[in-house]
């Protein structure tokens, strides 16, 4: 339950009014986002929402933070990502809540709180306003969901059974979307390869690939059954911009498209107006997707601060001590930094960063190599980033339930890698360095995220 599914760029500040071209025929919606000073992933596209008009075109401009990202969309997955919208509106403000009241009861580990104790702890917090979003959250998904309890009457039943409840009634309603990545994080090439089909849905043999003719783009005209951009190729740290014309004939409507990496949370609207209705400007758009990016990030880059002030952070209410190989959050996304960036050791000692997220912890590392490899005929993962390397121990195959990772030893020279490690909490990884000196070292699949060991 309130689970999630499993920029560099430049802006035009300036506001101008609305107007009926908009300031251009193209609006640009940021995928994913980083700010300059701290490295994070954010799987969210901002704004959430854009209007246009037929004719103009939607720019999907992709941050490289080396998480890939598709835009997925069409009339197959839209009553899905419809219903999803309620389920992660909770989900979203529920976690916003709990990051500020401690006292909340953690969904991922309830223990043995009861749904009582869940509502009155939930009445209790604040601020107001985000309380009474989650209420109100929870009342509207009742309205639908009537299996739900009534959080204002709330039944003695121990929140584990709600929790199991949420999750079930919750997959009903985005469950059938395609993902571009099975269980077991392997590629399924039926939509991590583009894909527009004007009826039906993708091959339902994962290793398939729609034909030649079907992955070829057409102009958006609201008719499509899917329209996937299949995983956005990297084409260089200012690159990476998937448009979308939006056809003449477009029937005026809302359309929504998502991640089928990252999942429904992140989503899209694309509302059509009728052709001459005043629509928000490139710049307003612009501007808008800056500022909604920026407060999605703002509690990422203070909880980075914090941690680097005191070496600690906080998740689900626990204080946690570093060093950090990515910092733990709330947020539908990952704070991908080494803190602190540089560490002092003696030789032979050991070092354990508490891992956040999937990373690596490389030494000499090669030149920048995207975490997707692209062939004529197929997407797969590059195993450069997910295998260990230089004589480090292979970390196991399933890591979900993994707490601690001793990967050995560095004896300075050459490239060794701990291979892709962390889960969805975090993981004890350590490892030994034999040799004086000073060793920079990054994760691979995140190009920001450097740091520096100096080892005497």
Not at 47 to 75: C, L, S
Not at 151 to 178: H, W, Y
Request: glycine share 8%; charged share 20%.
């Amino acid at each position: 339950m309130l689970r999630k599914f499993a920029v560099v760029a430049a802006f035009v500040t300036l506001l101008s009014a609305c107007s009926t071209s908009g300031g251009g025929d193209e609006r640009q919606v940021l995928v994913d986002f980083s700010p300059d000073n701290v490295a994070v992933f954010v799987a969210k596209y901002f704004p959430a929402k854009v209007t246009v008009t037929p004719g103009q075109t939607v720019a999907f401009h992709q941050t490289w933070t080396g998480e890939p990202h598709t835009i997925t969309g069409g009339a197959f997955p839209s009553e899905a990502l419809r219903k999803s919208k309620q389920w992660f509106a909770l989900f979203d403000s529920y976690t916003e809540l709990a990051a500020k009241n401690t006292s909340m009861v953690n969904p991922d580990d309830p223990g043995d709180a009861t749904f009582q104790q869940f509502a009155a702890a939930l009445k209790a917090a604040k601020p107001a306003a985000t309380r009474d979003k989650v209420l109100a959250d929870w009342r509207g998904l009742r309205a639908a969901y009537p299996d739900l309890p009534d959080i204002d009457n709330p039944p003695d039943m121990p929140f584990s059974e709600v929790n199991d409840l949420v999750d079930r009634l919750s997959a009903s309603s985005f469950g059938s979307l395609p993902s571009a990545t099975d269980d077991n994080d392997n590629i399924n090439q039926n939509v991590a390869r583009p894909c527009y089909l004007k009826t039906g849905a993708p091959p339902e043999d994962p290793n398939q690939s729609c034909t030649a003719a079907q992955r070829h783009q057409p102009a958006f005209d609201g008719k499509y059954a899917f329209y996937n951009s299949g995983v956005i190729p990297y084409d260089g740290p200012r690159g990476n911009t998937y448009r979308m014309k939006i056809a003449t004939t477009t029937k005026p409507g809302k359309y929504f498209f998502y991640c089928a990496i990252h999942g429904p949370d992140q989503s899209v609207e694309v509302d059509v107006v009728k052709p001459g209705t005043k629509t928000p400007s490139a710049s307003t758009v612009a501007h808008q997707g800056r500022q909604e990016a920026e407060a999605v990030v703002a509690p990422m880059v203070a909880a980075y601060r914090t941690a680097v002030q005191s070496n600690a952070a906080r998740f689900h209410g626990s204080k946690i001590k570093g060093p950090f190989a990515g910092l733990p959050t709330d947020i539908h996304g990952s704070v991908n930094e080494f803190v602190p960036r540089t560490l002092h050791v003696k030789a032979g000692a050991p070092i354990t960063w508490k891992v956040s997220g999937a990373h690596t912890i490389s030494f000499d590392v090669p030149a920048y190599f995207p975490i997707l490899e692209f062939s004529a005929n197929k997407v797969r993962f590059n195993p450069k980033t997910r295998r260990a390397a230089g004589g480090a121990t292979p970390p196991p195959a399933d890591q979900s339930a993994t707490k601690k990772i001793d990967g050995g030893t560095y004896d300075g020279t050459g490239f060794w890698s701990s291979g892709l490690v962390g889960n969805d909490s975090e993981l004890d990884y350590t490892l030994r360095i034999t040799k004086p000196g000073t060793y920079n070292y990054a994760c691979l699949v995140h190009p920001q995220m450097i740091g520096q060991i100096v080892v005497s």
